[in-house]
């Protein structure tokens, strides 16, 4: 997302040119104003033309990742268990040091969303800048010693950036919605897990006119589908699955939140799921038979 943005791209179209293969880049948004449009204007003039390229992201600017994404490569190379011994050696806490003052990180704006034991559980919602201060320890060893407690499973939330900075990759023909959903049960995780389909159909069509509903729909369904060769999914048809989400275009709404992001989106009446009804009046049902009608999709060639 930050300067090295086109120079990924422009290497991913080489690849996909050298390989003979379709291109797909997930989450793709600017981190600064211009440079998605930047990067949109590439695609357009040039990597379409020399690939068969697509690209997701979800409708907020803010992103979401784990802790360890600042960990140097080689902490992973023997494994997670040895990682974590990895993070007690002297030099390895260096290296953490070194990346924390290179990367250029405001960790007053990067908030701690959830942690995986209870020993930690009351620092969900706070900012990192805050539990290092809390902790009384130079910011590296606060955060080793973080990641060392919860066995790496640290999610973060970084609270910066305005949504509207999406809205030129939202736009293009070739986006579909991708959600980058990394869920947790409890804590202050991103508001993108509940509310990302419901902002496509709702506010991105009512309020910001991105686009059309039935645009907006492709997007979430039709284009995925055909884009990773999901036999049978993707549209209403007879001898498809019945994959189905029955809404108000004109009251559907997401409701997740930064400060409350677990909040059930409003429209909804009904979703189903292989013919299976999951949701009603924009509430999960309880699912009684001893399987979930869900399952993973795997591409199938034609």
């Keep these: 997302y930050k300067k090295t943005l086109m120079p990924a791209i422009e290497e991913l179209v080489e690849i996909g ?30 990597a379409r033309h020399e690939v068969d390229i697509s690209f997701d992201v979800y409708p907020y600017q803010p992103g979401s990742t784990m802790l360890h994404f600042l960990l140097p490569y080689e ?3 023997d494994g997670p268990k040895k ?12 290296r953490f040091k070194y990346g924390l003052e290179n990367y250029l990180l405001d960790i007053s704006a990067i908030q701690i969303a959830w942690v995986l ?8 919602g706070k900012s990192l800048s805050q539990y290092v201060e809390e902790s009384g320890l130079p910011k590296e060893e606060a955060l080793i010693n973080l990641l060392i407690e919860e066995e790496m499973a640290v999610l973060l939330v970084f609270n910066m950036g305005d949504d509207r900075l999406v809205d030129p990759v939202l736009k293009h023909d070739l986006y579909m919605m991708g959600t980058d959903g990394i869920y947790m049960e409890g804590g202050m995780i991103h508001p993108r897990q509940f509310g990302s389909a419901t902002r496509l159909l709702g506010p991105c069509v009512r309020d910001h006119q991105l686009f059309s509903l039935e645009d907006a729909v492709y997007k979430l369904s039709g284009s995925a589908a055909k884009r990773f060769g ?29 400060d409350n ?9 009904y979703v189903l799921t292989n013919g299976v009804p999951i949701v009603h009046n924009n509430q999960p049902l309880e ?12 591409y199938q060639p034609k």
Excluded: C, W
């Design 17 to 46: 040119k050298r390989a003979g293969v379709k291109v797909h880049i997930s989450h793709m948004k600017g981190q600064h104003p211009g440079q998605a449009e930047e990067a949109l204007e590439y695609i357009d003039k040039v």
């Design 287 to 298: 699912i009684t038979s001893p399987t979930l009608p869900g399952r993973y999709l795997r």
């Design 117 to 124: 034991t209870e020993k930690n559980k009351q620092h969900q």
């Design 83 to 94: 990682a974590i011994e990895k993070l007690k050696l002297p030099e390895m806490q260096q």
């Design 261 to 269: 992001p677990q909040q059930f989106s409003s429209g909804i009446d």
């Design 230 to 258: 999901m036999a049978n999914r993707g549209f209403v048809k007879e001898q498809h699955f019945a994959d189905l989400v029955i809404f108000d275009p004109a009251t559907v709404q997401d409701h997740a939140t930064y």
């Design 75 to 77: 902490v992973f190379e």
